[in-house]
């Protein structure tokens, strides 16, 4: 078990102020949005980069082999389906 100690908070009196709060620095945000601009830039460019590289891949090849082969194990597999449905059915 932990023991925590608390100090009474002491009520704000009249003579407490409020402080005041000095105003950002226009030019230090000013270049930290710059910076944080510039890497999302960076990181758009690679994107875009790594879409196009997706893209290329879902692409079919041009190769007949590949196709001829793709579309002939289409075919069996929705021939297998059928099969396997009618065999449910019956």
Do not use: Y
């Amino acid at each position: 078990m932990c023991l925590q100690t608390t100090e009474p908070v002491a009520a704000p009196t009249k003579k407490d102020k409020t402080v005041k709060v000095d105003k950002p620095d226009d030019a230090l945000l000013k270049t930290r949005l710059q910076e944080q601009d510039d890497k999302l830039v960076e990181r758009q460019e690679r994107l875009e980069q790594i879409k196009g590289i997706v893209e290329n891949r879902q692409q079919p090849s041009e190769n007949a082999d590949f196709t001829a082969a793709r579309n002939k194990l289409n075919t069996v597999r929705v021939e297998s389906r059928r099969l396997l449905q009618v065999g449910r059915q019956g």
